[in-house]
């Protein structure tokens, strides 16, 4: 059976502008069954990143380039939507600076929204203290408000794009830091609620439930960004940055099960998966059969 009341939308975005795995996510997952699952498919919007240097002001790579591709992928989903009213994308990035298109396409319509942002990592760095620069190691404090103003507020959007009071983290890493990843979650404001990696290993579905009771009261609906990271590295090793200490495939079933069946979710993001990291396409067939467990309809 297919999904009911869903279509495709392919972000091939890769904020490293190197040219790496992420950008093939969309055809891959195509590839392993995701069409079949969801057969309406809005095709790849054109984002285009391939500048890997790091800008001098902000520290941000490739930031003329991330600043259109935000512009372009909210255009694109605007016009794909216009074109299934009543339908809910799926958005297979692509790493998790897609965000950044996809926030202010749903601010257009839509006054407050809401953000379950699940991911390993909490994505909360700034130009300067990140190692790299790019915006996937930031695109959650961009979202919230912190950052240069043509990320924070792109494509004709105003700042911030989500407050932090509206996002929920789910699935970061809290145990056996390094002193980099500890001082990162130490950046994070107090207003962004949290449900750690070790409380979702613990009671998923708990979770996932409570995470959906925190936004219960967001009247523009809510989103829900999944970063493949935050499956533990022995269910999915196929990412950028994988981190130890996370959930089963399983778990994160459970975990998102409350969140997709809820009346309030405008659509799903899938970020950080790797193909060239899968070479057999075991992991691919892992998140296709996540989300047929997931999607209304997509029954066996």
């Given at each position: ?193 949290r449900i750690d990696a070790p409380a979702v290993v613990g009671a998923p579905r708990r979770c996932g439930e409570r995470a959906a ?88």
């Open positions: 059976m297919t999904a009911q009341g869903w279509y495709l939308a392919g972000a091939p975005w890769d904020c490293s502008g190197l040219g790496r795995g992420e950008r093939l996510a969309p055809a891959a997952l195509r590839a392993a069954g995701l069409s079949e699952l969801v057969p309406d498919d809005a095709g790849d919007a054109p984002i285009v990143i391939d500048d890997d240097r790091r800008d001098d002001a902000t520290g941000v790579r490739a930031l003329e380039q991330t600043t259109r591709a935000a512009t372009v992928l909210a255009d694109w989903l605007d016009a794909a939507a216009g074109r299934r009213p009543g339908h809910r994308p799926l958005v297979v990035g692509g790493d998790c600076s897609l965000l950044l298109g996809v926030l202010p396409w749903l601010r257009r319509s839509r006054g407050r929204v809401g953000l379950w942002f699940v991911d390993g990592h909490p994505d909360y760095l700034d130009g300067p203290s990140s190692p790299t620069g790019e915006t996937a190691d930031m695109d959650l404090a961009l979202l919230t408000g912190s950052g240069p103003e043509r990320l924070t507020a792109p494509a004709g959007s105003t700042a911030p794009l989500v407050a932090p009071a509206d996002v929920v983290l789910v699935g970061h890493r809290t145990r056996d830091l390094d002193p980099e990843a500890a001082a990162e979650v130490a950046r994070l404001p107090d207003s962004i609620r009771a925190l936004l219960a009261g967001v009247d523009g609906g809510v989103w829900l960004h999944v970063d493949c990271d935050v499956l533990d590295p022995a269910a999915m090793p196929a990412v950028s940055y994988p981190e130890p200490g996370g959930p089963t495939a399983g778990q994160v079933a459970d975990l998102l099960a409350p969140l997709v069946a809820g009346p309030r979710l405008l659509g799903v993001s899938i970020a950080d998966f790797r193909p060239d990291l899968d070479p057999d396409g075991t992991h691919a067939a892992t998140l296709v059969e996540l989300f047929r467990r997931l999607l209304p309809g997509a029954g066996a």
